[in-house]
Each structure stands twice: as C-alpha cells, then as structure tokens.
C-alpha cells in the first residue's frame, strides 16, 4: 500500500526557511517522479515544484530562486527547502506521486508565515 506522509511544517516569520520531508512506502520509490503542491485556504490546490526520476526539476513562478525540491532514493524521501518565505506561502503543503494515472497524496503539512 502507497504511504506519503509529511512532515516539518510549522509557523515561521517572513525571511525565514522550512525544510519539508515527504517519506514514502509501499512503492519503488526511485523509478517515480514526485510533486508537492499547497493549497491555501479559500484556493485551488497548486503544483509548486517537480522532481524526476532523474533529479529534473521544475518550480512554479511564485517560489523560483527560493523553494528547492530534492530527492534521497536511499530514504525513499523527497524534501522541499523553502527560504525567503512570505506571507503568501502561507498554505497546507502536500507530497503528490503519479503512479499510472493514479494520483497518490500525503495528508499535508501546515506552513504559516506570519510575524
């Protein structure tokens, strides 16, 4: 059976870092990509950064040259770094893995970004 489970959210002040983790079981973690989104209150969930099978990565508009997505096949965990945060990060982040058309969803972390 396919697990994410999230981890490392919590309140931070704007400027500030979080670091996600996103463990995985229940699958060959190495061969999938994986994604993690966030959905603010109020909004539609959005994808905010990619990561391939082969480390390629891909970042929403809103979080280039701040988040980084990254992978530990070893650890079968994917980690998103987020630096500079704002206010507007403020959002329940989710681990994503596409297996076969099928879509596979931790239960989400809470990010805030408040003073």
């Known amino acids: 059976q396919v697990q994410l489970v999230e981890s490392g959210g919590g309140l931070v002040q704007p400027g500030g870092s979080l670091r996600l983790s996103c463990a995985a079981s229940?699958?060959?973690?190495?061969?999938?990509?994986i994604n993690w989104y966030r959905q603010a209150s109020g909004k539609q969930r959005e994808l905010v950064a990619t990561i391939t099978n082969v480390h390629t990565t891909n970042y929403a508009d809103s979080v280039k040259g701040r988040f980084t997505i990254s992978r530990d096949n070893a650890k079968n965990t994917a980690y998103l770094q987020m630096n500079s945060l704002k206010p507007e990060d403020t959002a329940v982040y989710y681990c994503?893995?596409?297996?076969?058309?099928?879509?596979?969803w931790g239960q989400g972390t809470q990010v805030t970004v408040s003073s």
């Open positions: 994503n893995v596409p297996i076969w058309g099928r879509n596979y």
């Open positions: 229940g699958i060959t973690f190495s061969i999938y990509g």
